[in-house]
């Protein structure tokens, strides 16, 4: 999964309750991407990064927020889960802007009941 | 709207047999194609990146073709194993953003090959 750890691997939470979800990378890389994956659905964008502290939204950003202080770790945080947000979120960096290759972490299987 | 849709969506074959999953799309402006496999609890992995000019290329047991003009790619496995059993997605890049390419992905043909 070249060098990106996704914490945690599961979790299951209540609705309401605040959830942080952390990638880490170990590569250097620029861009960091949050996805999620739903049953149906492509994997769709939600946040990402282009450097530390800048970010920007995608295209189902709604409910999330991001954070990124060092290189090496972005955060998604869901300030108020809701089941809608039950999903599989998937961390991804690539180096360049212009580059074609974008590599993925493990995944986090988010369940909010 | 940009789309990218995969056909079939799920597939069986028996080991050592070959299979082509197929990929249309309405992505444009059109940057590149990809195709990635994702085993079952893992995250995507690339095997094929083609841009506009490249009609093939190969990765493997795994071959990929691009027709840019009718906006169809095809992902050909030859004498499958019991290791590609998976999902194979298809991604197509529109261009660049402020956050590099931007991203259509399809829903992924679910493969599954038996003894």
Redesign the interface.
Known sequence: ?AG?TQSPRHKVTETGTPVTLRCHQTENHR?M?WYRQDP??????IH?S?GVKDT?K?EVSDGYSVSRSKTEDFLLTLESATSSQTSVY?C?I?D????????????TRLTVT | KNQVEQSPQSLIILEGKNCTLQCNYTVSPFSNLRWYKQDTGRGPVSLTIMTFSENTKSNGRYTATLDADTKQSSLHITASQLSDSASYICVVSGGLTGGGNKLTFGTGTQLKVEL
């Not at chain 1, 149906?40 to 964008?45: A, E, F, I, K, P």
């Not at chain 1, 360049?96 to 995944?107: D, K, L, N, R, V």
């Open positions: 999964d990106i861009y991407y149906g659905h492509g994997l769709r964008l990402y282009y920007d995608g998937f991804a690539t360049s802007i212009g580059a074609y290759e974008q590599y993925f972490g493990p995944g």
